[in-house]
């Protein structure tokens, strides 16, 4: 066992854990987390993304004690109360979901697009960034729609 | 759920060592995303995992010379966003570009990915391609004496992939024919040109892992175009086959690639 304090959406948070604790499972059990899903055993799907120092990371894959000390943004860490992120008000725009499953995953997978390669992006570059998150429902069209559209958004806001 | 095991995040390379040898049965982790993946599905299961990428050996990249030198913590997205790399081996940062996906790059490191010995994996054929030498907690390796067929390599129990000095070719490319769920490796072939000599090494086809096409290396070294390859064939017989690709086709691909990667120096080119 192993005591872990991580930085989860801006707040410390501290719990004891066994060593083989995956940072999803301390996110989902440990802390009441569960806007971060899991989807498969391989480490392919992308739904339990969140974004570690900076990073988007599949949290499967990364054991809770790999991330002591470090930052961590989940789903539930991008709204302003009653005020959903731009990535968040995108996807509902555009219908860039169905069933939802994949969701949470895509939306930080696209938040980190944003962060890391700024506003002025393309499709391509959608596509390929978003090559480690998989939805069953959509067909990723609408979901590229969405994040081109975030895009936009964020340079209007800019000028 | 993997079995229980006890983390240690190393600090130095003597903590490392010796937190491996005072276990049963430890395993070094960097990036962890070939060795979690296969813990969870209880395929390996050390009883202590030694955390290998706050060790400050194992980090840094940089140009020494006619070499270009990299820490075997550094990610497949430090290597592929890196000036240093982009300005002396474009080809080497677009192969760790197309690793994966960006979480599997954000993650997995190259020490890592050499010392798995994947016989999918991308960097194993720029490490052979190049003719690099790995540096280890113990010695230098000569990229032709590492790589000891699929999953294995020359490292001794307990020895530490520290970093790895790749000489700077004339040029470079890299072709690769992507799993497309996976994006590993179906086939793909490095090409590095020094002067009149050239290497090639295959990675995802051969069914012992990553390997040097000696024929097209000679017919290359004599005529550095597409066209010397004519004729050329590697032999099924030696390939791997699976539901993803048959031997003959991958034994089509390793020529199809070859020549792509001579044609398009400098970069990726993806087979489709
Ligand atoms: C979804 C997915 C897709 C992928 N696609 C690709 C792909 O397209 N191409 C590709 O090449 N790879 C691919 N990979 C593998 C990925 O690149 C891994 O990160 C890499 O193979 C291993 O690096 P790691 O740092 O994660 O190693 P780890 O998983 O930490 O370790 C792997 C092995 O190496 C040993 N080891 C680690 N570091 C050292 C060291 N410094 N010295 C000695 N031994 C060490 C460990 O003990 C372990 O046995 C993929 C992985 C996933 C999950
Ligand atoms: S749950 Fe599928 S990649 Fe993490
Ligand atoms: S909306 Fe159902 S998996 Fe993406």
New interface residues.
């Given amino acids: 066992m ?1 005591d872990v304090t991580i930085n989860v959406n801006g707040t410390d948070r501290s719990a004891t854990v ?3 604790t995956l940072l999803v499972d301390f996110l989902r059990e440990a802390l009441g987390l569960t806007g971060t899903h899991v989807g498969c ?4 799907c ?1 739904a339990c ?1 969140v974004i ?1 120092d900076g ?4 949290s ?4 809770a ?2 991330a ?1 000390g470090s930052e961590v943004r989940t789903i539930e860490g991008l709204a302003e109360g009653d005020e959903l992120h731009p990535v968040q008000a995108a996807f509902c725009k555009h219908h860039a979901l169905q069933c939802g499953f994949c969701t949470p995953g895509m939306i930080m ?1 696209a938040v ?2 944003l962060e890391r390669h700024g506003p002025d992006i393309d499709e391509a570059l959608v596509r390929h ?1 978003l ?3 998989l939805c069953r429902c959509t067909g990723y069209h609408n979901i590229v729609k969405a994040v081109l559209d975030a895009a936009q958004q964020t340079r209007i806001a800019a000028e | 759920m993997m079995y229980d095991f006890a983390y240690h995040r190393a600090r130095t390379l003597d903590d490392a060592r010796a937190a491996f040898r005072d276990a049963d049965d430890a395993a070094y982790v960097s990036g962890g995303h070939s060795l979690l993946p296969t813990m969870k599905n209880r395929l390996a299961a050390p009883d202590r995992l030694v955390h290998l990428t706050a060790i400050p050996e194992l980090r840094g990249i940089a140009r020494d010379g006619d070499r270009l030198v990299i820490g075997a913590a550094e990610t497949h997205a430090g290597v592929a966003a890196s000036p240093v790399v982009q300005e002396a081996i474009p080809a080497l940062a677009a192969l760790a570009g197309s690793i994966g996906d960006p979480q599997v790059r954000h993650r997995g490191t190259m020490g890592g990915s050499v010392a798995n010995n994947d016989p999918a994996a991308d960097y194993p054929s720029a490490v052979l391609g190049l003719g690099a030498t790995i540096h280890t907690s113990e010695r230098e390796i000569d990229a032709d004496d590492f790589f000891a067929g699929m999953f294995t390599t020359a490292l001794d129990e307990g020895e530490i992939v520290t970093r790895i000095a790749f000489p700077v070719p004339d040029s470079a490319g890299y072709a690769k024919m992507r799993n497309p769920a996976s994006r590993y490796a179906l086939a793909a072939s490095f090409v590095a040109r020094f002067g009149g000599d050239v290497r090639v090494a295959i990675t995802g086809a051969g069914s012992d892992g990553v390997f040097r096409w000696h024929e097209a290396e000679e017919a290359l070294a004599a005529r550095f175009e597409p066209g010397a390859l004519d004729g050329l064939a590697v032999d099924p017989d030696g390939m791997m086959s699976d539901m993803h690709a048959s031997a003959a086709f991958r034994a089509h691909l390793c020529a199809v690639g070859t020549a792509r990667a001579v044609a398009n120096p400098g970069r990726l080119t993806l087979l489709a």
Avoid: H, P
């Fill in positions: 192993s066994e060593d083989r055993d391989t480490s392919q992308g993304t570690l990073k988007a990371v599949k499967c894959t990364v054991l004690v790999m002591e997978a980190n697009i960034q090559e480690g998150n």
